[in-house]
């Protein structure tokens, strides 16, 4: 059964800091990666989508990467601003699952 | 248009009430899916239509039945639910095949009393 992972579960930084967060899964059989954020109370807001054959895909201030043999992928935040302050989702879909798995989250907090 | 609709946003149901969640999206995808999530918890699959082929994630009990009318509508019927059923019912879709980006909505936020 595959697992997800986020590490940290929570992060505070002040404003203008670059920032990484965090995820691995177990098993590497993945089809692709996605990077969510869900502000409280909210539905989830797709950030990013990297497939299997790729390393790595840039949205403005994001980059996200993926290194699929060892199971981990990092978001990468430039500049983050207090606007960024959400939970962030990592999620995997394969292996074995017919929809995505997901990681527990980080709670992001970004002090103006 | 990447919008998934999600009605009512707010849903509050007794144990003995049967009730519908409705999600509907325009963007001709032929996959749609319903999660659950709890309180601090991440979302968890609970359906999946593809192919017009339902799959269930065997942990969900009977009381919760999905229905697709068309490919565009995907519906959630709710009967003799339980308290600890609460939580935030998100519905996606994406392109068929399992490379594709999912779409989500912004939810129903189900209380159980």
């Known amino acids: 059964k595959q697992e997800v992972t986020q590490i940290p579960a929570a992060l505070s930084v002040p404003e203008g800091e670059n920032l990484v967060l965090n995820c691995s899964f177990t098993?590497?059989?993945?089809?692709?990666l996605q990077w969510f954020r869900q502000d409280p109370g909210k539905g989830l807001t797709s950030l990013l989508l990297i497939q299997s054959s790729q390393r790595e895909q840039t949205s403005g201030r994001l980059n996200a990467s993926l290194d699929k043999s060892s199971g981990r992928s990092t978001l990468y935040i430039a500049a983050s601003q207090p606007g960024d302050s959400a939970t962030y989702l990592c999620?995997?879909?394969?292996?074995?699952?017919?929809?995505?798995?997901f990681g527990k989250g980080t709670h992001l907090i970004i002090q103006p | 248009d990447t919008e998934v609709t999600q009605t009512p946003k707010h849903l509050v149901m007794g144990m003995t009430n049967k009730k519908s969640l409705k999600c509907e999206q325009h963007?001709?995808?032929?996959?749609m899916y319903w999660y659950k999530q709890k309180a601090k918890k991440p979302p968890e699959l609970m359906f999946v239509?593809?192919?017009?082929?339902?799959?269930i994630n065997e942990s969900v009990p009977s009381r919760f039945s999905p229905e697709c009318p068309n490919s565009s509508l995907l519906n959630l019927h709710l009967h003799a639910l339980q308290p600890e059923d609460s939580a935030l019912y998100l519905c996606a879709s994406s392109q068929m095949g399992l490379s594709y980006e999912q779409y989500f909505g912004p939810g129903t936020r189900l209380t159980v009393t």
């Open positions: 098993d590497s059989a993945i089809y692709n």
């Open positions: 239509y593809s192919y017009e082929k339902l799959s």
């Open positions: 999620a995997v879909r394969g292996g074995g699952a017919d929809g995505l798995t």
């Open positions: 963007m001709g995808h032929r996959a």
